[in-house]
């Protein structure tokens, strides 16, 4: 008979090894220079607690870090990331399983290809039947080892593409903090800013409650018509509608904020008012631009592109050859009284090889196609990520500039419309104005005095915008 040739074994596998060609492992993305791909922080923020200086807010914060529901669910998603990564943390170690009290008993007929055991009608002393005899009898307690060697780094590279995941869903955590934080902020501030404005409001009714009683003296004194009253009453009306609409939109948003904070509607929320916007201003006049760096919305992105690029290599590793090792050992005996019987019972075997895929229909080349396409998308949503985050602080520190210079315009026009409505109030006293001045002078200062209220908060919410598109120091 012909041996065959073992040289044809050699050349099988250089053939199959051959075909595994490597794929192009992305080191770093490409990525605008004021962002360095090969660290992904830069010293952050000022923390979030030194930025606001609200003892109130600060405390509605603590309450939606800890108990809003996206952060509470966002909080279980992260911690089942971590263990993916724990399961695949030690997956290059063998695996050690064993089996106590096995039990394996055969029977078959005279027609078989094989005899009975003979060892087990002698150790007991019977005939074997023509019909179901005794074929195989064993009493097993064994413990099995297996191990695949990880010789091409694939285990490696899928424990570390569990790991950037990980993190990924780490920092997926912090954007949904900072997303709560920015909401709780913004909704507490828009609070305050309502607050000012039912006080201009409650203040502008009295006003034009005297205006209307006034008006209705000099009625029925025959100095004014009918239609002057009639105007009168209206803008009474017009302010407890104002009065009703800001009082029910305080109370929506109480209720907005509580359930931010995990709550139930309740009590209202205990907060103070400010002249001087309670944060910290100047340090956002100037910042470098590569504090981009610290949004955890970028730094997902690129441990999103991390994973991928590993899992890149885990495809590309499954095509290579794979080394084994497999130990047995334990007691086997035939007899149920001879289990424990040592060494009489022993027994022990070693199995290793090398196997690699031939013919697989190119699935695995078509997967290491498709882990390739996905890194190439990662790629481009970190870069697109990068960028939308960049011309998002353009357009944040734009913002809060112009909202400092209409805050200066709406507070003079506060100045002039107030002035305009006390001197239109005296001249009409002294009958050198009409109702109808007086009534648009007092319009006019409450229009100009709610809208100061919503620029003085306009302007923090902008200011918060720029922090957070900064990165913040939430954490």
């Known amino acids: 008979m012909k041996r065959f040739d073992p040289y044809l074994y050699i050349i099988i596998a250089l053939l199959a090894f051959g075909s595994c060609k490597p794929v192009k492992v992305l080191e770093k993305p490409e990525l605008p220079d004021i962002i360095q791909a090969d660290t992904l922080l830069v010293d952050s923020l000022i923390p979030w607690r030194s930025f606001f200086q609200d003892a109130k807010l600060i405390k509605l914060i603590d309450m939606a870090l800890d108990s809003n529901f996206n952060i509470r669910t966002e909080t279980i998603t992260r911690n089942i990331a971590m263990k993916v990564y724990d399961r695949t943390r030690f997956s290059y170690l063998p695996t050690l399983s064993a089996q106590a009290f096995g039990y394996n008993k055969q029977y078959r007929s005279e027609k078989f290809y094989s005899s009975p ?19 195989q009898s064993q009493h097993i307690h064994s ?13 490696r590279d899928e424990r570390r593409s569990n790991y950037a995941k990980w993190m990924a869903e780490a920092e997926n955590l912090k954007v949904v903090q900072t997303q709560i934080v920015t909401a709780v902020a913004e909704s507490y501030f828009n609070l305050l800013m309502l607050d000012e404005q039912l006080k201009v409001a409650l203040n502008n009714y009295a006003l034009r409650n005297s205006t209307n009683e006034m008006m209705q003296l000099q ?47 309740g009590a209202p929320i205990e907060r103070d008012p400010f002249d001087e916007p309670p944060l910290s201003l100047d340090l956002l006049e100037s910042v470098p631009l590569a504090y981009v760096q610290n949004r ?34 334990g007691l086997n005996s035939m007899m149920p009284e001879n289990w424990f019987n040592v060494p009489g019972a ?50 944040s520190m734009q913002s809060f500039r112009q909202s400092r210079s209409q805050l200066e315009i709406a507070s003079e026009q506060g100045n002039i419309t107030r002035q305009a409505q006390s001197d239109a109030y005296l001249l009409y006293r002294s009958g050198f104005a009409t109702y109808l001045e007086v009534i648009t002078a007092q319009e006019q200062a409450m229009n100009a005095e709610l809208n100061l209220a919503k620029m003085k908060t306009q302007l923090i919410i902008d200011a918060i915008q720029l922090y957070r598109a900064l990165g913040g120091g939430w954490y």
């Open 346 to 395: 022993l027994f022990g075997g070693f199995t290793s090889g090398i196997s690699a895929p031939i013919l697989d229909g190119k699935r695995l080349r078509l997967n290491v196609a498709i882990a390739e396409a996905d890194r190439d998308r990662a790629e481009i949503q970190t870069q697109k990520m990068v960028y939308s985050a960049i011309s998002e602080v353009y357009n």
């Open 143 to 155: 413990l099995q080892l297996n191990w695949e060697l990880d010789i091409w780094g694939r285990i």
């Open 117 to 135: 055991s003979s060892g087990y009608y002698e150790e007991t002393g019977k005939t074997p039947p023509e019909v179901l005899y005794n074929y």
């Open 219 to 265: 009625y029925d004194a025959g100095e004014v018509t009918s239609l002057g009253v009639l105007q009168a009453q209206n803008q009474v009306l017009q302010a407890s509608a104002l009065i009703s609409q800001l009082r029910r939109d305080i109370v929506s948003l109480e209720n907005d904020i509580r359930l931010l904070c995990g709550q139930l509607p």
């Open 296 to 329: 955890p919305d970028v730094i997902q992105s690129m441990y999103l592109l991390q994973s991928a690029n590993k899992r890149m290599g885990v495809a590309q590793k499954l095509r290579y050859p794979s080394l084994n090792i497999n130990l047995t050992g």
